[in-house]
């Protein structure tokens, strides 16, 4: 009969998930990983069998956050241009921000290269997409290109506010996306 676990897999991985990022992907180690965790290294060894899953594992789990974070705004927030600039305002990492457009892209690689973790950030990116469009105009084609295009301008922005950063990072993003959207039409000019 094997041991209970003391720290469940949500609660063990939500512990892992700062060390990733402080760490990296190629610094995380199962020490540690056991010394933010408060288990053996063993224990994590007997949970996840290689570093390389234990990594996965931490990032499939962020993806889970991040979808369920996506799916609650989606269904919280108007159906209108002025509700797809807010969900994706509230997508923003807020204090994290230099983090994520930096440091964040080691993570971004690790996705990027795993198959299971590529199809997860597509699915998000389908979805996010969709939950914009919605929001963008009636029509499933048009509403997926405009979805699309939104979080396209929203990305771009994060990458190139990182490099000039003038203003607040969501300043500047709500600043990008509406303007995008009265060139596109969605907006009134102000």
């Not at 609660?11 to 408060?38: E, H, I, Q, V």
């Not at 241009?81 to 990492?93: F, M, N, V, Y």
């Not at 807020?94 to 983090?99: F, I, M, S, V």
């Not at 922005?157 to 000039?164: E, G, K, N, S």
Request: proline share 4%; net charge negative.
């Amino acid at each position: 009969m094997g041991r209970s676990k003391t720290v469940s897999d949500v609660a063990l991985l939500d512990l892992l998930l700062p060390a990733l990022r402080d760490d990296g992907p190629a610094g995380l180690t199962f020490s540690k990983a056991s010394n933010a965790a408060g288990l053996s290294p063993a224990s994590l060894v007997q949970r996840f069998g290689t570093r390389d899953a234990m990594i996965v594992a931490v990032l499939s789990h962020a993806w889970d956050r991040l979808t369920a974070t996506t799916a609650t705004l989606d269904a919280e927030l108007p159906p209108t241009p002025q509700g797809a600039i807010e969900l994706l305002l509230r997508l923003l990492p807020g204090d994290e921000a230099d983090y994520a457009v930096g440091d964040g892209l080691m993570l971004l690689r690790e996705d990027l290269r795993n198959s299971v973790l590529r199809a997860r950030g597509a699915a998000w990116g389908a979805s996010l997409a969709m939950a914009l469009g919605r929001r963008l105009a009636n029509e499933h084609t048009e509403a997926q290109r405009l979805g699309w295009q939104m979080a396209s301008i929203w990305q771009g922005t994060l990458i190139w506010w990182a490099f000039v950063r003038g203003a607040g990072v969501e300043d500047a993003v709500a600043r990008s996306l509406e303007g995008w959207c009265r060139s596109v039409g969605l907006l009134a000019d102000a």
